[in-house]
């Protein structure tokens, strides 16, 4: 190691996922959405005159801030916009996780929690989730510097109801609690409403999944105005400009066209619906979804083998070799097309499988 | 103070630089380019498939990445990217800046600096300028945990030549040495070619300045393969997305428009010495600048002063009431007829000083 080495941090290097440059492949790996974004998207991007970037960009986001402020009925200072949720979720890690008490998330999670715990050098405690890889509420009443935990959950797909939520925050008010629901819109219920009466409740959500902006990086955060302040304060100590022109303009124009989002979001949850039927079909158990993917496992087959046997077949599924959920694979939601060439793939590795045991 | 904002992290909160929105505003207080970015932005937004963004942007940045190393003649292992020259400056710190020994910066240079160390608790010292403003190079020779500077210096626009750049890496080599050249492309020598006979120094540069895109947030730093390597796997242990697919595509075309960059750049630096003439004539003193921005005083009226008679004309432009530069302003090179009418407004304001002392 040379000398200037020493110093350098030293993590566990990632290995980016699987962007596979084939033309044919059906990419049901990362969650994205098959549909495009909202018109309005394209024409903002048409529309927009580049001569302006020769300025920075409105370091308080107002415009994009406003309009998701109307959206979801609460003020502009309760709302904090980022480059996408893991910029909010990690600037917020940073503002609220200053205990020295753990916080608290499941042990089967987003695995970008530990990570930013690690980074800010935060204690945490993991719960498990139970055997049918349900949270349990009572874990979390335990004393702690802070809660976090998706809802729904990933990879698991499984959604609590308000009820669970607010009984969590409620015996929480010591903490801050924040909810990420990156896969919210997809048939689970905000706790957004909930920002109102509890003060310590942060909720985050994304562009990326239920309009369609995965590649335009916006995330957001919901809550009370002075822990939106506290997350301002910290983010413009150290890097006034984030998103830049043209993410502000477009996400604008997505968060409008109300229609449409309702529009896409139905049409994934009904192709979900029929994707999980026929599925059960084929001898696979999952949980019950309310996210734009399903979490399944096969009562014969083992989900590695299957996933290898996905990939021969140009079809990308999730696989994660983790304790208690390596025989799993988790399954975007794409088109009706893409979903009947995976089912089809499936039928025919039943088939093989059968024909070979 | 409610329970659970003691756990927050508390910083000096922030007011964001001025915005102004009148029409007719000169607006020289954020080094901007007062031209507009090259053709080929304007046209690769146009020609942009929003479609596309439903998927997740290349988490390599390859495309821009490699237009970048070509353009300088690097290796692509040997460019990272980010949003802005912040957001790739906060990673360096991070990445490089973990020794107990304290980092090295001058006394008078970007504010950002002593934010992020004290952000990731990193020691710090900081060499005074001398009485010209200039960097002496000596004390940069003893025991450190990392180096920064810019090159030319902000605010005082003074550029050090290859030579000195080359002594502090040469003395530093148990050190990450980090040359920060926001401004380098108006005049000064860019510390590049350095890094392929030293390992541990670091170039960052900014798409903000001379390439007119302050609106799109892209900065990138070049280095060794092992340095890069270093950044981009703390990188993406904790943000695999960060570059929007707009600024990944804007960005290449503006790289490949050298003519465009060179004839702006040349533009600038007429102005610049043009400027720098005529507030001369006014009984200005200034330094010697490199940067799109002039650093000036004035022999008789104060600083503060003639900032403020300027904002009465709606003119702006940069005071820092802070040791040692209160006297000062910092000055952005705007368009021919801006300094023009900056020119003209203290013209009237050295002859009412004069009628009214």
Redesign the interface.
Known sequence: M????????K????V??E?PKVDDIV?LN?N??????AKG??RA??E?D???????????IEELKSTLAEYYGVNVNEVFVG??S??VL?MAF??????DKPILFPDITYS?YP??AD?YKIPYECPKLDENFMMVKEDYYKEN??IIFPNPNAPTAICNDLGFIEDIVKNN????VIVDEAYVDFGGESAIELTKKY??LLVVQTF?KSR??????IGYAIGSK?LIK?ME??K????????????IK?GVEAVKDDEYFKETKKKIVTTRENTAKSLKALGFDMTDSKANFLFVTHKKYAARDIYEYLRTKHIFVRYFNLPRIDNYLRITIGTDEQMEKLIKALEEYCEKAVSTS
Do not use: C
């Open positions: 040379k000398a200037w080495e020493k110093n350098i941090r993590v566990v290097p990632y980016p996922g962007q990419k990362t994205e959405n098959p549909y495009p974004p998207v394209s991007l048409l927009f580049s001569n302006e970037l020769k300025l920075y960009p409105d370091p308080t480059v996408g893991d910029d990690a940073l503002t609220f996780f200053n205990s970008f990570v930013w980074l510097g802070g008010q010591e903490s801050v003060e310590n990326s369609s902006m995965a590649g335009m990086r002075d506290a304060d910290v413009y100590s150290f890097n006034s400009y984030t998103m830049n022109m043209t993410a477009s």
